[in-house]
């Protein structure tokens, strides 16, 4: 099935989609990619890869009274949003929407990357942050919702979205850059040779770029090392 995230997607669909890139102001961009870059389904994106998406994200302007998502609908997106400004207004969420998430402790713990892409204090109560996602699950596969989910804010709220198709193709896209990019060096090294090849491209979908200025320590003598790191430009 199409709608199955998982699902091998034909080359063609891959390499040839295109996606609009939606403008939006430099604090926006900043607090998105805040929440996504802590999100079980983003954390092991590049933050290039991360970028794109944040490039193509929807912005929805959404009234006080109006709902996002609801209840038996069958649900296509992703949505960023505040979550003072919405609330459960029918059905049983299960805690879905009530606890908190990764993009909320994303939200709370990484304000200083964000102000430093954005250049701005995104501290600050007149700077936007997402804290709350809705829609995990319909990036993977067609879900309905169990709950209406409305904005309560008396001017109205401002979201973000992502369709799963869209979701799809740029995962497949950075699964396909990442192992064409690793799969030959990892072939050499001596301690992996026990890994098939699957295995190994597997591996390859999981490493992530981090970048080091002069001075950063990238292991220090006598702490635990909890990373495999590959040097690429030094």
């Given at each position: 099935?199409?709608?199955?995230?998982?699902?091998?997607?034909?080359?063609?669909?891959?390499?040839?989609?295109?996606?609009?890139?939606?403008?939006?102001?430099?604090?926006?961009?900043?607090?998105?990619?805040?929440?996504?870059?802590k999100?079980?389904?983003?954390?092991?994106?590049?933050?290039?890869?991360?970028?794109?998406?944040?490039?193509?994200?929807?912005?929805?302007?959404?009234?006080?009274?109006?709902?996002?998502?609801?209840?038996?609908?069958?649900?296509?997106?992703?949505?960023?949003?505040?979550?003072?400004?919405?609330?459960?207004?029918?059905?049983?969420?299960?805690?879905?929407?009530?606890?908190?998430?990764?993009?909320?402790?994303?939200?709370?713990?990484?304000?200083?990357?964000?102000?430093?892409?954005a250049k701005t204090?995104?501290?600050s109560?007149?700077?936007?942050?997402?804290?709350?996602t809705?829609?995990?699950?319909?990036?993977m596969?067609?879900?309905?919702?169990?709950?209406?989910?409305?904005?309560?804010?008396?001017?109205?709220?401002?979201?973000?979205?992502?369709?799963?198709?869209?979701?799809?193709?740029?995962?497949?896209?950075?699964?396909?850059?990442?192992?064409?990019?690793?799969?030959?060096?990892?072939?050499?090294?001596?301690?992996?040779?026990?890994?098939?090849?699957?295995?190994?491209?597997?591996?390859?979908?999981?490493?992530?770029?981090?970048?080091?200025?002069?001075?950063?320590?990238?292991i220090?003598?006598?702490?635990?090392?909890?990373?495999?790191?590959?040097?690429?430009?030094?």
């Open positions: 099935r199409q709608a199955v995230s998982a699902e091998v997607m034909d080359d063609g669909e891959v390499d040839n989609a295109t996606f609009e890139s939606v403008p939006k102001a430099d604090d926006v961009k900043a607090a998105a990619f805040a929440a996504l870059e999100h079980l389904l983003f954390n092991h994106f590049d933050d290039s890869n991360l970028h794109q998406f944040v490039d193509i994200l929807e912005v929805r302007s959404v009234a006080k009274g109006e709902p996002i998502i609801k209840k038996f609908d069958a649900i296509d997106k992703f949505f960023l949003v505040k979550k003072k400004h919405f609330a459960v207004t029918d059905g049983d969420d299960d805690g879905e929407f009530t606890k908190d998430d990764a993009a909320t402790e994303a939200a709370k713990n990484n304000a200083d990357k964000a102000m430093s892409m204090l995104l501290s109560s007149k700077k936007p942050v997402f804290d709350k809705i829609g995990d699950r319909s990036l596969y067609e879900t309905c919702s169990d709950y209406t989910l409305t904005c309560t804010a008396d001017k109205g709220a401002e979201v973000l979205c992502l369709g799963r198709q869209a979701f799809k193709v740029l995962s497949e896209r950075a699964s396909k850059e990442k192992r064409a990019r690793y799969e030959g060096f990892l072939g050499k090294v001596k301690f992996l040779n026990g890994l098939d090849a699957e295995r190994k491209l597997q591996l390859a979908d999981s490493l992530k770029v981090h970048k080091f200025d002069k001075g950063e320590f990238l220090r003598h006598g702490e635990p090392g909890a990373w495999f790191s590959i040097i690429e430009e030094a």
